[in-house]
């Protein structure tokens, strides 16, 4: 794949995730790799990175997972009640919904869960004040890991549903209280073909040169 079309057919699996096929730690290893060369922070590097490969510890996570994204489907803020007045996003929010559904079901039948979190010194508590510069500092990494997966024909989805239960999730899987997790990557083959770029809003609606 050019850069180019890496870039723009990374989309997020949920449904078409292989919950059968094991995908092998070296891999994944390999796909962190290229994420630590992201850029972080003051060069802090102060990212961590859960794996999660047991299956019992998946299947806590992904009943977490669940009641969360049940959570969600009902709220007014889930993906499927967005744009209803618009017939021609409304089908595409529709069906995302559907595939949010679907992983809600089952997270914790994905083989690999990844967790990017970061981890914060002094008073161990999230600061008050810049909050895109803490998490600035895992976000680029977290995208370069589904990158680097996409190019190793493995599936990832971006979710922070989980972050309801951040607190039971942490105690869970042991993390210090000053870690804090930025979300979930489920990681797997995917099954089909491949993917194609989404349909997107037009560039001029959205950009703004020189000001508003």
Known sequence: MSPDELLTTTRSVRRRLDLHRPVPMELVRECL??????????????WEWIVITDPGLRAQ?????RKAVEWYLNSPSAASKLFADDPRRSAVQRRIGESVAYLGA????????????????????????NQAGLWGSVLPAAWSYMLAARARGLGTAWTTLHLRYEREIGELLGLPANVYQAALIPTAYYT???????AREPLDTKLHVNGW
């Open 192 to 198: 089909g073909e491949s993917f194609r770029p989404a």
């Open 33 to 46: 790799e290229i994420a630590l060369q992201a850029p972080t922070g003051s060069n802090r590097q102060n």
């Open 106 to 129: 089952h997270m914790g039948d994905v083989p690999v869960l990844v967790i990017p979190a970061i981890r914060v010194g002094g008073s161990g508590r999230l600061p008050s004040g």
């Open 61 to 65: 996570v992904g009943d977490f997972y």
